[in-house]
């Protein structure tokens, strides 16, 4: 199991049975017009992911009464064209086969797949007011969700600052992260 895989099993261990964690990576920033500031990926992402690429997610669904926990991470897919201009890109099948995630889709299907992923989950769990983008895009599925409540699917009821969790996870230094310390 590597590092990433074994920080992932760690958090979900940390979770509440059945409940779903969001961990975006940083978005990119446009210095001028069509050139960007050289990118740098969220912390919490990487330690979790080890993926270094933007637009991507990381969604954790804790072991729970529908089954065992699991990993999935949305990415940008395949581009020869844009990969000439903005770099190389893995795509949901090289993501889920280079990192080790149980399963990985293109992220213009996050939001679809997000509306399945909450359907009966008792809580979900990201960082909380760390961009008003992300905070309203969980408010968008956490309603997408609850308007199949007639349906009896149920809404999470309990939000948790996942960024709680992981600073206390990064308090102390695997082995992984000692050698990057050294050879830093």
Known sequence: MSAHAARRAALM???????????????????????????????????????????????????????????????????SEREIWDGFRHGPQGARERFGVDAAFPIDELDEEMAKLLADAPAIYYAVGSSNALDAQVKL??????????????????????????????LFKDDAEQATMARA
């Open 13 to 79: 261990a940390r979770m509440q049975a059945g409940g779903v964690a969001v961990i975006p990576t940083a978005p990119e920033v446009t210095r001028n017009s069509d050139c960007d500031y050289p990118y740098r990926h969220d912390s919490y992402f990487y330690y979790l992911s080890g993926f270094g690429e933007p637009d991507s997610v990381l969604v954790l669904l804790a072991p729970g009464p529908f089954g065992p926990g699991r990993s999935i991470l949305f990415c940008r897919e395949k581009n």
């Open 141 to 170: 599925w956490l309603h997408s969700v609850r308007r199949q409540a007639r349906a009896g699917v149920t809404a999470p009821t309990v939000l948790h600052d996942v960024n709680a969790l992981l600073d206390e996870m990064r």
